[in-house]
């Protein structure tokens, strides 16, 4: 599955089965649509970056230049849209990472119903993110189970989604919930492909479990490891459904992420070129954190054996 | 696989690592099925309380919900067959011809497989107005049509899938066509599973694009309307919203019953972002 990773660049495609054709036929429709939904507005996007776009005002267009990026890197509002999304970034990651791999341990000890425990742990990570987040806020509510449980126990209620303090908080709690499933998966398949012969003999030596992950079982996960920390940074980076649904980016925009941002900026104030800057400022800080995390956490998994 | 003993221990952890996961799931579907607006707390009124499906006929008299589901039910109905093919199509050509840009097209393919989608938001926005399709079904469907994880996935399959079979049938004179569809697509069943499931659950659960590319309450999708529900109320009707949650759940819960292990599939090969 190492080669399949998305992450690790375009995988050859090259076999004896190749011949020279025509293949347009199989190949037009889609390569017309990906030129024309995908392609283009990559390519319109770079362009809008560099102009003061809004579509109510089409006389008012004009080339800007990198104004777009000027004004937003001078943004306090940029800064603490991206503030908030960096804080969500690394604050869930780790959490995420390190409760996936637990789960994945346990779930390759399970022998009997297994398949059940799979079933129930990833199940979570299928839903759409806005019925989660339609649960959550049901938890969540001032009314809700959680401050009902509260009650119950004597305690104040505590205001989850309203506390400058706890929103973002308990926005990375739900999302841990639904996104470690996902990752336990991802993890298990890797797990499945142990060397079974080198973990019988150490433990036949009466080397230590702890001992045996370290040395064995760590190293084999290396490269499914650096995907998961990859796919979560990629994903967590785009956070936008959880606030907008449970605190529409409030209160006192505390959960205001860089997605966010950017809608905010394209949908309700009509500034498509600033929208599209800040679009590409995150394609960009996307790019260079995945990078800096292949060269950190890349280093060694060559030499890991191919999950 | 270890051989390790998986005592109580491990057990007692992935139960309760289970009932965590699917708790609020069930108490989602017990709320959707109870009477009034306010929320059952303690066990007793989870367990004492009468099931009723008082929340899903308002949902369904009147109210926007039956068109939100239509919606969402005619998006994922077109889009995903239309992906499948496009798939197996496109797929097959990546696999089995080489031609020039083939190299470039694949480059291209595989970084908008990691590409942050709200990078394309605003120029599809204004792509899809210039030709006065926001708010269509056309606005729902074309941007899904482009994802290129089905594409690579399939041509990565042909590549295992052995060559001989059509080599032969092109031997006796057989069309291209003739080919692709008598010979190609009946042997394509697993690949497509995987990328017909995986479709599904991102048409399916798709958010933002919808969001922003319809503007009528009649055009919105489930997701989308039920975002919007929640935002609009002031005093929130909670059973209704879980219900609403729930009906969009199903759907899921169905696909994920036939296809955990495509849905599984897809994403190690890096369906989801």
């Not at chain 1, 409760?99 to 346990?106: D, E, K, P, R, T």
């Not at chain 1, 990833?122 to 001032?142: D, G, I, N, Q």
Request: aromatic residues 12%; hydrophobic residues 55%; glycine residues 8%.
């Amino acid at each position: 599955m190492d080669g399949a990773t998305p992450v690790d660049g375009p995988t050859p495609l090259e076999g004896a089965a190749m011949t020279r054709g025509k293949p347009f036929l199989g190949l037009a429709p889609y390569g017309l649509l990906f030129a024309a939904f995908g392609l283009f507005p990559l390519a319109y996007a770079l362009v809008l970056s560099f102009l003061s776009y809004n579509p109510l005002r089409p006389d008012l267009v004009r080339w800007v230049g990198l104004d777009n990026y000027v004004r937003a890197l001078a943004s306090p509002s940029f800064w603490h849209a991206l503030g908030t999304t960096a804080i969500f970034v690394l604050g869930t990651l780790p959490v995420t990472l390190v409760l996936a791999y637990g789960v994945a341990a346990l779930l390759g000890r399970a022998r009997r119903g297994e398949g059940f425990f799979r079933a129930a742990i990833f199940f979570p990570a299928t839903l759409s993110m806005v019925v989660v987040s339609l649960v959550f806020k049901s938890l969540y509510a001032e009314e809700g189970l959680l401050n009902g449980w509260l009650a119950a126990l004597g305690l104040p209620s505590v205001h989850w989604l309203l506390d400058v303090r706890l929103a973002l908080p308990s926005i990375m709690a739900m999302d841990v919930w639904a996104s470690v499933g996902y990752y336990a998966i991802l993890m298990l398949a890797a797990r499945k492909t142990l060397p079974e012969e080198q973990l019988e003999a150490a433990r036949l030596e009466g080397i230590p479990a702890l001992l045996v992950e370290r040395k064995i079982v760590l190293p084999h996960l290396r490269p499914v490891l650096l995907f998961v920390v990859l796919l979560n940074t990629i994903r967590a980076f785009q956070i936008f459904i959880e606030p907008f649904v449970l605190t529409r980016g409030g209160p006192l925009e505390s959960t205001l992420t860089l997605v966010y941002h950017l809608y905010d900026r394209a949908f309700y104030h009509f500034e498509m070129g600033y929208a599209s800057a800040i679009a590409f400022l995150l394609l960009l800080l996307v790019g260079l954190i995945l990078i800096a995390q292949r060269r950190l956490l890349g280093r060694g998994a060559a030499g890991a054996p191919a999950a | 696989m270890s051989a390790r003993k998986a005592g109580t221990g491990t057990y007692a952890a992935l139960t309760a690592i289970a009932i965590l996961s699917l708790a609020p799931l069930l108490y989602m579907a017990r709320v959707s099925l109870g009477k009034g607006g306010d929320l059952p707390i303690a066990p007793a009124d989870w367990f004492g309380r009468p099931l009723s499906l008082e929340h899903y006929r308002d949902l369904f008299s009147g109210g926007p919900m039956a068109r939100f589901t239509l919606n969402s039910i005619i998006v994922t109905g077109i889009a995903v067959p239309i992906q499948i093919l496009l798939a197996a199509a496109a797929g097959h050509a990546l696999a089995r011809a080489r031609f020039v840009g083939r190299g470039v097209f694949l480059a291209l393919a595989t970084a908008f497989l990691i590409l942050p989608r709200q990078v394309t938001l605003v120029p599809l926005y204004l792509l899809l107005a210039t030709f006065g399709l926001l708010d269509t079904y056309a606005a729902l469907i074309l941007p899904h049509l482009a994802d290129p994880f089905g594409i690579l996935f399939m041509a990565h399959y042909y590549q295992t899938m052995s060559p001989e079979l059509e080599q032969a049938a092109r031997t006796d004179g057989w069309s291209p066509g003739a080919i692709f569809w008598r010979i190609v697509l009946p042997l394509s069943g697993p690949g497509l599973a995987v990328v017909g499931v995986n479709g599904f659950l991102i048409t399916w659960n798709a958010f933002l694009h919808p969001l922003v590319l319809t503007t009528s309450e009649s055009m919105r999708t489930l997701p989308v309307g039920l975002a919007l529900f929640a935002q609009s109320e002031h005093r929130v009707d909670w059973g209704a919203l879980l219900a609403g949650s729930t009906i969009a759940t199903a759907p899921v819960l169905i696909a994920f019953a036939f296809f955990q292990r495509q849905i599984v599939e897809g994403v190690l090969k890096g369906s989801g972002r």
